[in-house]
């Protein structure tokens, strides 16, 4: 699959297993998610070396010195489960006597989470295994906090955050949830569980020969908490087996209250003019659920809620209350759906006097929400009032929006010459109706502009406009209109498919759609459409897109006679999604090619046979033929020409035959992973010193990896020659040395282990052996009346034995020296009841005539 790049949300690390104190989100960027603060890290560094460890024997950092556990099948090395480990370090015995590739696998995930958790050395980062070699079962613990984690807060939306790496997503993949545990029932901080295999914050990462995905998880949801510590457990939802293989690390609580900003809109406005004051939660970065906050603001002294308060939220199902005239506005039992990035309460307010007006963080009462910065509100003399709106709530590059300017009289004079300028990009001209504008009338004024490419590239388009009017007198009154911020809408995708090429029509082609909300307004009911063969059904999940967010889409294809015609299926995409006012953006992803390739069968041969054999012995050797797929062979042949060193050549296997020195054996459909065996003989030829000889196997498709095609056999043929020779003349007196050599010569082609016994029986009746037996190579003994010899030569190598005896004075024998030697080593030519001259000497003892 094309590796697919998606940002992820990065948060400030803390001292790993050390509880942090809670740092607030600073004011100032309504609308705009900031990074959770990581209050606990565990990355399992504390004391781990090369040498693996069970997840319950591990101690955290200190102060707080945690452990941990899980249940039995996640703590279970045999199956590979809640082992701590590195890619760098050594096996852990159980698991690779289990499983070798889940061992090398599970090391190469602990790599990838180095890089993904910024190690500067990612081969030796710990990680925990949970590579399922059995099945666990639903449900159940892999990892849980012993005794509870030190944190102190009051009123703060926390939830917990793991980077995990997982393979084998084609079968399934981990559906991780967290829960907060304590001294009550356990309280999820989920909606969905956490799949990598599946989540749009995943990457791809290359580990050897597979694909890992791998990326850092914040659950989606969140737990408002008050407290003096918290427990961590996370559950595995997939119980199975088949997939499920993953490896995770650096477990986190995150502090992900939200940011609440206020801001009075316009900030100046005339006596008894109305101002709008927006309050704004914005959501951290992870955007997941936050459920239950409230605030109550007291409005300053002297500013109260207008008799047309237009208050409304768009924070879920929180309930405002704001009555006309009274002085404190209020949002309870709000809550922020997952993936949302921020939203607002806004309520319309006034002041009967002139006056600078400041709302402090102080007048706040707050519950699961940072305080916001202090807003102001200047209330000026009676003159006109402007209130901006634009009609359209986003803009893409190229759109014209619309303005209108709602001018109000607040004086008690009529007003002329009433003049709207506009600050904004462009400086747009506006158009505002003639004439005199009554005490206590209004007017609507208009401009059009046209949004640029510097527009999109900024955002957002910001701008507010003034207002001016002469009185009678000739004084000109003037008054500032509300901020208006018009978001860009915007949408990136990016496009990609498993599946490398196609084989045949009927397979299915898997594609995976990665849309991006690249504006800064929020998308609900985003689509993909798929321009490909068969227009392909895209199927994406219903969320409100927010900014920065992206969701996962897919959809399949199977190929049909047309698409094995055209040689590749070609298809782009397109995502579409709408703003609230169903404006559109679009975005079209890069084209995506999948090449038809015919079946490829990548067929293998083995030869074996005895490394060593004498000759004349007759010999078998076995060929092996695998289909190491991908697809299933329809037919093969197997050639081996036979060498001139074997002789009589048989076969009994089905489908071989022998002719012109060929064994040429034939087969039909062999599936992938499945193999064929046959067998030949024949008798070693003499005089050879080696047998090889090479088979090669073909298949009627093409086979892409030509090199495990054929396989050589070579069995080494020993040839040992001894000699041995009684030195001196063959007749010796009574009382005389005779001395003998032995000469053991490897004349074969390959390192020899050779040995002989010598019977000096037929000696000794007439002699005395003189315990004097010596070897240039390898070692003698004697235990009487048995010299023997062993040794191993190189090829081409001699040894040389040599003893003696001393004939007796007086004889009683039979005066003859005659004396053979045997060897038992394959190749060599004094074997037993050997007729070989070399391997027996013959001497006489002469004595003189008695008198």
């Known amino acids: 699959m094309a590796v697919v790049t998606v940002p992820t949300a990065t948060t400030a690390r803390a001292t790993p297993s050390s509880a942090a104190a809670v740092v607030r989100a600073l004011p100032g960027t309504p609308g705009v998610p900031q990074d959770p603060v990581e209050v606990f890290l565990e990355d399992f560094e504390n004391g781990t070396g090369p040498t693996p460890i069970l997840l319950d024997e591990y101690v955290g950092a200190p102060p707080v010195n945690a452990t941990y556990t899980a249940d039995p099948n996640w703590l279970d090395p045999t199956q590979c489960n809640g082992i701590i480990l590195t890619e760098s370090g050594e096996d852990q015995p159980d698991c690779e006597s289990a499983s070798s590739v889940a061992m090398l696998d599970l090391r190469d995930m602990a790599g990838v989470l180095g890089q993904v958790g910024g190690s500067a050395d990612p081969t030796v980062n710990h990680a925990v295994s949970a590579w399922t070699a059995g099945s666990p079962g639903a449900d159940l613990t892999e990892f849980a906090t012993v005794d509870p984690i030190p944190l102190v807060t009051d009123s703060r939306f ?92 650096n477990i986190s609580i995150l502090d992900v209250t939200p940011q609440l900003d206020k801001e009075f809109n316009p900030s100046t406005v005339s006596e008894n003019a109305v101002s709008q004051l927006t309050f704004t939660v914005t959501n951290t970065s992870d955007l997941a659920a936050k459920d239950g906050f409230a605030f109550t603001d007291t409005l300053p002294a002297g500013v109260v809620v207008a008799a047309s308060p237009n208050a409304s939220t768009t924070c879920g199902d929180g309930t405002v209350t704001a009555g006309a005239g009274t002085s404190t506005v209020m949002l309870a039992n709000a809550n922020l759906e997952t993936g949302a990035a921020s939203c607002t ?134 008054g500032t209109s509300n901020t208006v911020v018009v978001p860009l809408r915007s949408l990136a995708v990016q496009k990609a498919v498993f599946e490398p090429a196609f084989t045949a029509a009927g397979e299915t082609l898997h594609y995976v759609y990665r849309v991006t909300n690249t504006g800064r307004t929020q998308l609900p009911q985003v689509t993909v459409t798929d321009d490909g063969p068969g227009t392909p059904d895209v199927m994406c999940p219903t969320i409100v897109l927010a900014p920065g967010a992206t969701l996962r889409c897919t959809a399949t294809h199977i190929t049909t006679a047309a698409d094995v015609q055209a040689g590749q299926v070609v298809n782009t995409a397109t995502a579409s999604g709408a703003d609230r006012q169903g404006q559109t953006a679009r975005a079209t992803s890069g084209t995506v090619t999948v090449p038809y390739r015919p079946f490829l069968v990548d067929l293998g041969v083995e030869k074996t046979g005895p490394a060593t054999a004498g000759s004349g012995e007759r010999v078998t050797y076995t060929l092996t033929v695998t289909n190491h797929g991908p697809a299933a062979s329809t037919g093969w042949t197997l050639s081996d020409p036979l060498p001139d060193s074997l002789r009589g050549v048989t076969t009994d296997s089905p489908g071989c035959a022998i002719g012109s020195a060929t064994l040429t054996c034939t087969g039909a ?106 070897a240039t190579i390898g070692a003698v003994d004697y235990s009487e009346p048995i010299l023997t010899w062993e040794g191993t030569l190189a090829a081409g190598e001699s040894a040389t034995i040599t003893f003696s005896i001393t004939t007796d004075r007086r004889t009683f024998g039979d005066l003859r020296l005659d004396n053979t030697v045997v060897s038992t080593t394959l190749g060599n030519n004094c074997p037993v009841k050997s007729a070989d001259i070399r391997c027996t000497t013959h001497g006489t003892v002469i004595t003189k005539d008695k008198d």
């Open 158 to 249: 926390i939830t917990f955050s793991v980077d995990v790496a997982a393979i084998n997503c084609f079968a399934s993949g981990p559906q991780l949830e967290f829960y907060l545990t304590g001294s009550g029932p356990d309280v999820p901080t989920f909606t969905s569980p956490i799949d990598p295999c599946t989540d749009p914050r995943a990457q791809t990462y290359d580990a050897g020969d597979k694909d890992v995905e791998a990326g850092s998880f914040a659950s989606d949801g969140s737990v408002l908490f008050t407290g003096t510590s918290v427990g961590i457990k996370m559950v595995n939802a997939n119980g199975g087996g088949g997939g499920n293989d993953h490896a995770f690390d």
């Open 345 to 478: 309460m806004t309520v319309d307010v006034t002041a009967a006097n002139e006056g600078v007006y400041t709302n402090t963080p102080g007048d706040l009462s707050l519950t699961g929400l940072d305080a916001p910065a202090a807003a102001t509100l200047t209330v000026t003399a009676p003159g006109p009032s402007l209130v901006k709106a634009a009609a359209e709530a986003s803009f893409s590059s190229g759109q014209q929006l619309h303005y209108a300017y709602r001018v109000t009289n607040h004086a008690d004079e009529p007003l002329t010459d009433v003049t709207v300028t506009d600050n904004g990009p462009g400086s747009p001209t506006v158009t505002c109706p003639t004439g005199p504008l009554a005490p206590g009338a209004s007017v609507t004024c208009n401009a059009l502009y046209t949004a640029t490419a510097a527009d999109a590239a900024t955002g957002t388009i910001t701008n507010t406009a003034t207002v001016t009017g002469t009185t009678e007198a000739g004084t000109r009154l003037s």
């Open 669 to 774: 459909a062999l599936a992938d992973g499945d193999s064929v065996t046959v067998q030949f003989s024949g008798t070693i030829a003499a005089d050879v010193t080696t047998v090889t000889n090479t088979a090669t196997v073909t298949g009627r498709e093409p086979d892409p990896n030509p090199a495990n095609n054929t396989s050589t056999a070579t069995t080494d043929v020993p040839s040992v020659e001894i000699i041995k020779k009684q030195k001196g003349p063959s007749a010796v007196k009574a009382g005389a040395t005779v001395n003998y050599t032995v000469t053991v010569r490897n004349t074969g082609a390959a390192p020899v282990s050779a040995s002989f016994s010598d019977d000096l029986s037929r000696l000794l009746d007439d002699a005395q052996y003189n315990d004097d037996a010596t």
